[in-house]
């Protein structure tokens, strides 16, 4: 199946420091990548749809400014938690759709973020 | 806004069957996925319905019945293994995918 890596895997960062998060497919191109923020024992809630080369668009409730989202080509889109602070620890995921095999969502592996 | 609903747990014997329920009401429909996360791990996906009818797949199996906004996944012959959080997510009418708050499921000997 289709691959997608997330890097890095784990992350602990001092408060109002910035971390960046990399996903890329690898066998594939994504025109449009997601990506989810995921608190303990809570399910996956979207917070931006990242398209390639143009801006993001975030859901309801996130902020812009502070999750920037960038998606420069086909195969990599970042996200930047920006001045972290401790309620930003979470697990984020991104996930990408191969449009040549529509039916599926590939998941990377997850960024567990630590706030300090 | 998007609506999924799924029980919060469940318990099973190893070697049982284990059926989990998953009601959705959306603004479209593009297809129904399942997904299973162990703790900690990225989501896998497991199976996809767009049309009525059982999806089977070596031990599981999905449903879908799109009048009554209803699917259930079928787990037999409950390994161990099988202990981890299902999802429930939807496809609206675009690449979007909303998710159900999962459903726990504990495999015990």
């Known amino acids: 199946g289709a691959v997608v890596s997330q890097h890095p895997s784990r992350v602990i960062c001092k408060s109002g420091t910035s971390v960046k998060i990399e996903c890329r497919s690898l066998?594939?191109?994504?025109?449009?990548m997601f990506w989810y923020r995921q608190f303990p024992k809570q399910s996956l809630m979207l917070m931006a749809t990242?398209?390639?080369?143009?801006?993001?668009?975030?859901e309801q409730g996130v902020e812009k400014d502070k999750f920037l989202i960038n998606h420069a080509s086909l195969t990599l889109s970042t996200l930047t938690v920006t001045s972290a602070h401790p309620e930003d620890s979470s697990f984020y995921i991104c996930?990408?759709?191969?449009?040549?095999?529509?039916?599926?969502?590939?998941f990377g592996q997850g960024t567990r973020l630590t706030v300090v | 806004g998007q609506n999924i609903d799924q029980p919060t747990e469940m318990t099973a014997t190893e070697g049982a069957i284990v059926q989990i329920n998953c009601t959705y009401q959306?603004?479209?429909?593009?297809?129904l996925f399942w997904y299973q996360q162990h703790a900690g791990e990225a989501p896998t996906f497991l199976s996809y319905?767009?049309?009525?009818g059982l999806e089977e797949k070596g031990r599981f199996s999905s449903f879908l019945s799109r009048s009554k906004g209803y699917s259930y996944l079928l787990l037999k012959e409950l390994q161990m293994k099988d202990s981890a959080s299902y999802l429930c997510?939807?496809?609206?009418?675009?690449?979007?995918?909303?998710f159900g708050a999962g459903t726990t499921v504990t495999v015990r000997a």
């Open positions: 996930s990408a759709r191969d449009r040549a095999r529509s039916t599926e969502a590939f």
């Open positions: 066998d594939f191109q994504a025109t449009t």
């Open positions: 990242s398209n390639e080369g143009s801006k993001a668009t975030y």
């Open positions: 959306t603004s479209g429909f593009n297809g």
């Open positions: 319905n767009v049309l009525d």
């Open positions: 997510a939807v496809s609206p009418n675009d690449y979007k995918l909303s």
